[in-house]
């Protein structure tokens, strides 16, 4: 049974207070009715709870064969389990009760949310409508409620079509389990729609990368380019070339077409870097004194030696 607000924590009975301010949900489940975690134990589970609130989305622990748990909820608020004894539904039901709990909790437009949302939609800009920031856009795909996952990340400005949930939040992401996050750079009203594109290659990187969240951090021409698509095109490129050709071309780019100083760094003669770089102009069919040629040589040989 849930804890009543500003309960403090009493002896006896199932029902277990408050373990620190801003702990807005705590349930103890108890086994029989004879199950009565002790001070240590509150304690732990305290500790796990502020581990929550600090941005991981579960933490756990066992102290003396009881089993703690604690649950980011959203909003800060957090729902924290000590059980006697672990079984294997556990960890379902309590999934089941963070998604519920997420849901009947979250916040609604209000305030200066709704201020917002109403001066955006008569005509303003994002850059009056919303705060000074910074803002995190949020992209994300994945199999759970976004309604849940905008709770979680404590926002409700939430953009959910199909596959494809968008969310902006005050609040930094942290992974959401179920989900694969890309977030943009932080940013002011102004810049969101920047930080929306960044989001969405973040979104892409994680995908390809099979990473539950990425960030933005690539500025520059390479930032330009979504992950997924730059190494399709170098692998594309250079495929015409053999390992051998490819650390040549990408030692003598490296050294600005220096004969000797690739046949230095490379450790063979002079004249096998000129071999080789010819026979990859002749593959490539491409002029390797062009500028252009060789900024995009360049480019792919840098996503096929991260592959």
Not at 20 to 34: M, Y
Not at 129 to 147: C, E, F, M, S
Not at 179 to 189: C, E, H, I, T
Not at 264 to 286: D, E, I, M, P, W
């Amino acid at each position: 049974m849930p804890a009543v607000a500003g309960q403090r924590p009493q002896r006896g009975g199932d029902v277990r207070g408050f373990l620190g301010r801003g702990l807005v949900l705590v349930v103890l489940a108890a086994a029989g009715g004879g199950f009565q975690p002790g001070e240590e134990a509150l304690g732990a589970l305290a500790a796990l709870a502020q581990r929550v609130r600090g941005g991981v989305a579960t933490a756990t622990d066992t102290l003396g064969g009881t089993h703690l748990a604690a649950y980011a909820v959203g909003g800060g608020r957090v729902l924290a389990l000590a059980t006697p004894a672990r079984t294997p539904g556990d960890h379902t039901i309590a999934s089941v009760a963070v998604v519920l709990l997420s849901l009947l909790t979250a916040r609604r437009p209000a305030g200066s949310e709704a201020a917002a949302l109403t001066g955006l939609l008569l005509g303003g800009s994002p850059a009056q409508a919303l705060a000074p920031g910074p803002w995190y856009v949020v992209h994300a795909r994945g199999t759970g409620d976004p309604h849940a996952l905008a709770a979680a990340l404590g926002t409700v400005l939430l953009d959910a079509r199909g596959d494809d949930v968008r969310l902006l939040t005050e609040r930094e992401p942290a992974p959401q389990p179920g989900w694969r996050l890309g977030v943009g750079a932080p940013a002011g009203p102004e810049a969101l729609e920047a930080a929306e594109a960044q989001a969405r290659r973040a979104l892409q990187r994680a995908e390809a990368s099979r990473t539950p969240l990425a960030r933005h951090a690539e500025p520059g021409f390479a930032g330009l380019v979504g992950e997924a698509e730059a190494r399709a095109h170098a692998e594309a490129l250079l495929a015409p070339l053999s390992p051998a050709l490819r650390t040549t071309l990408r030692a003598w780019l490296a050294h600005h077409g220096s004969w000797d100083r690739t046949a230095a760094a490379l450790g063979v003669h002079r004249n096998t870097v000129r071999q080789r770089t010819a026979r990859t102009a002749a593959l490539l069919g491409r002029d390797l004194d062009d500028p252009d040629v060789r900024m995009e040589l360049w480019f792919a040989l840098r996503r096929d030696q991260e592959a």
